[in-house]
Structures are given as structure tokens and as C-alpha cells.
């Protein structure tokens, strides 16, 4: 355990760049062997979009790191916030703050920004991508990384949670949302198995269906019990026949696979989404 804070406490910029990009080579071409659906697009081009978002998420994650840095050392230092409360053990201090990082941080952020008006106009660049594989992770317009830091900045201070576990938090994320929106065909069992603790991939892409209310179900990041505890989880009987990616707002290819578009996307006026087509769930 020791070793652990130790190395979070101290990761080395390049530590966490092998990480995302060591991910993201692993998954890509674990995608080229067994994928769940063979998309008739180019990929390296689908992928150069969804690249340039992860370069702009990076980028605004590290300029606002060292607001993050002081925010953390400043509620440590005073011990303010929830693991602060009662004395715990390491490793329960642990599993309590990565649970609360990822409820605030991740599953609260993510659960507003389909929900308020101003937010998901940022957040459907995201659900745009008409083949949803391990790159759509980070495809996040610049306005939705402000959102989830803000959220994040949040999360560290109701938790009072040290550097070295938020890091450790967003290593973890970063590999697992990758791995929950890749395109991969794992055996079914498998996936259920992974979907009672995790983000399993069939469950995650439940998500990215273009029709409601699939959309606003299964907003997990790391952890899959929030929504069954909020009542937000939905199964699909066969996803990966069933499911359709995008969004019906954004049909057009010039408008979900066009980068300048999509940097502007939020500010535009956009048609309803076809609600009366609107399918029964099973929850």
C-alpha cells in the first residue's frame, strides 16, 4: 500500500502519458482481431478526430493541475472532507475515495450533462461518434473537459482527497473507459460478470443507442452500481445486434465526422430528437 501512495504521489508526467497512449495502442489493435462490429469507415480517420479531443482533454487537465495540486494540499493539510471524518486503515481510505471521485467526479457530471440543457450541448460531440470504439473515450469537446474538471475539483473537495489518490483515480479511468467503449466482442457471461462491479463493454454501448431513453441510462464510468442505485441502469436483450450509434440530431457525416463542426456543434440550433420512437427498457 505504501508503494502505491508513494508512486501516485510522484507519477511522472511521462508515467501517465504511457498510460493513456499504452491503453490506447492496446485496445486499438485488440479491436483489429476480435471486434464486436466491422465499421465501413476508415478507422485511422475516425480515429484522428477522436485523437485531436484527447490531445485538447490532456491539455486542459494539465493547466489546471496545479489549481487541483493546491486545492488537495490545502484540504490534507487541514484534514477537511469526508475521509477525514473517522480514523480508517489505508486501504479502506482508498476504496472510499475512489468510490467518491468517481460518484461526484465522473457519474454526477456526467448524469447533469444529460440532463441540463447548456451541458449536453457540450457532451454530444461525445455521443456523436457513429462508431463507438476505445478512441471515443476521450472524445470530449474542450467545454465538457471544463465541466469535468470543475466536477473533479469538486470531488476533491467533498472527499478532501490527497494528489496521490486522485491520480491514481484517473489512471484507473483512463484504461477503463477505454476498455468499456471498445469495440470489442468478449464472451457475454464474461461481460455480465465484469457489469456487476465495473463498466462492462455491452453496458457502456447501451448508452451510445441513438434512441431514448437508452441515451440517458448507464452513466458509469468505473464503477456500474450507481446506476443500479439510482435506478438508471437498462440491459438491452441483444446489444450488439440491436444498437445504433450516434445521435438522430446529427445524422449527417458532414456534421459527426467533421472536426470544424464539431468545435462549433454546441452553439448551434438542433432538431429534436425523435422521442416519439422512444423504446421500452429493461431495467
Given at each position: 500500500?505504501?508503494?502505491?501512495i508513494?508512486?501516485?504521489?510522484?507519477?511522472?508526467?511521462?508515467?501517465r502519458?504511457?498510460?493513456?497512449?499504452?491503453?490506447?495502442?492496446?485496445?486499438?489493435?485488440l479491436?483489429?482481431?476480435?471486434?464486436m462490429?466491422?465499421?465501413?469507415?476508415?478507422?485511422?480517420?475516425?480515429?484522428?478526430?477522436?485523437?485531436?479531443?484527447?490531445?485538447?482533454?490532456?491539455?486542459?487537465n494539465f493547466?489546471?493541475?496545479?489549481i487541483?495540486?493546491?486545492?488537495?494540499?490545502?484540504?490534507?493539510?487541514?484534514?477537511?472532507?469526508?475521509l477525514?471524518?473517522?480514523?480508517?486503515?489505508?486501504?479502506?481510505?482508498?476504496?472510499?475515495?475512489l468510490?467518491?471521485?468517481?460518484?461526484?467526479?465522473?457519474?454526477l457530471?456526467?448524469?447533469?450533462?444529460?440532463k441540463?440543457?447548456?451541458?449536453?450541448?457540450?457532451?454530444?460531440?461525445?455521443?456523436?461518434?457513429p462508431?463507438?470504439?476505445?478512441?471515443?473515450?476521450n472524445?470530449?469537446?474542450?467545454?465538457?473537459?471544463?465541466i469535468?474538471v470543475?466536477?473533479?475539483?469538486?470531488?476533491?473537495?467533498?472527499?478532501?482527497?490527497p494528489?496521490?489518490?486522485?491520480?491514481?483515480?484517473?489512471?484507473?479511468?483512463?484504461?477503463l473507459?477505454?476498455?468499456?467503449?471498445?469495440?470489442?466482442k468478449?464472451?457475454?457471461?464474461l461481460?455480465?460478470?465484469?457489469s456487476?462491479?465495473?463498466?462492462?463493454?455491452?453496458?457502456?454501448?447501451?448508452?451510445?443507442?441513438?434512441?431514448?431513453?437508452?441515451?440517458?441510462?448507464?452513466?458509469?464510468?468505473?464503477?456500474?452500481?450507481?446506476?443500479?442505485?439510482?435506478?438508471?441502469?437498462?440491459?438491452?436483450?441483444?446489444?450488439?445486434?440491436?444498437?445504433v450509434?450516434?445521435l438522430?440530431?446529427?445524422?449527417?457525416k458532414?456534421?459527426?465526422?467533421n472536426?470544424?463542426?464539431?468545435?462549433?456543434?454546441?452553439?448551434k440550433?438542433y432538431?429534436?430528437?425523435?422521442?416519439?420512437?422512444?423504446?421500452?427498457?429493461e431495467?
Amino acid at each position: 500500500m505504501d508503494q502505491i501512495i508513494q508512486y501516485f504521489s510522484t507519477i511522472p508526467s511521462s508515467h501517465r502519458t504511457i498510460i493513456l497512449l499504452g491503453g490506447l495502442t492496446f485496445f486499438f489493435s485488440l479491436e483489429s482481431i476480435i471486434p464486436m462490429f466491422r465499421f465501413k469507415f476508415r478507422r485511422w480517420k475516425h480515429a484522428g478526430i477522436n485523437l485531436f479531443f484527447t490531445f485538447t482533454t490532456v491539455l486542459i487537465n494539465f493547466i489546471f493541475a496545479f489549481i487541483i495540486l493546491k486545492l488537495s494540499d490545502f484540504l490534507v493539510e487541514n484534514r477537511f472532507g469526508l475521509l477525514y471524518l473517522v480514523e480508517m486503515p489505508t486501504w479502506l481510505f482508498m476504496i472510499i475515495g475512489l468510490l467518491g471521485l468517481d460518484l461526484i467526479g465522473a457519474w454526477l457530471a456526467h448524469f447533469l450533462e444529460h440532463k441540463v440543457k447548456w451541458m449536453w450541448k457540450f457532451h454530444l460531440v461525445h455521443h456523436t461518434d457513429p462508431g463507438v470504439d476505445a478512441t471515443t473515450a476521450n472524445r470530449h469537446h474542450p467545454g465538457e473537459s471544463l465541466i469535468r474538471v470543475f466536477f473533479t475539483m469538486v470531488g476533491v473537495a467533498v472527499m478532501g482527497a490527497p494528489m496521490w489518490l486522485l491520480m491514481l483515480y484517473q489512471s484507473m479511468s483512463v484504461v477503463l473507459s477505454q476498455f468499456n467503449h471498445m469495440n470489442i466482442k468478449i464472451p457475454k457471461t464474461l461481460d455480465k460478470i465484469i457489469s456487476y462491479v465495473i463498466v462492462s463493454p455491452d453496458m457502456h454501448k447501451v448508452h451510445h443507442h441513438y434512441k431514448l431513453p437508452y441515451t440517458n441510462t448507464n452513466y458509469g464510468n468505473i464503477f456500474s452500481f450507481w446506476d443500479r442505485i439510482f435506478r438508471c441502469f437498462a440491459e438491452v436483450k441483444d446489444c450488439r445486434k440491436e444498437l445504433v450509434y450516434g445521435l438522430d440530431t446529427f445524422p449527417e457525416k458532414k456534421e459527426h465526422s467533421n472536426l470544424g463542426f464539431l468545435l462549433v456543434m454546441p452553439f448551434k440550433k438542433y432538431r429534436a430528437p425523435r422521442t416519439d420512437e422512444a423504446v421500452e427498457i429493461e431495467q
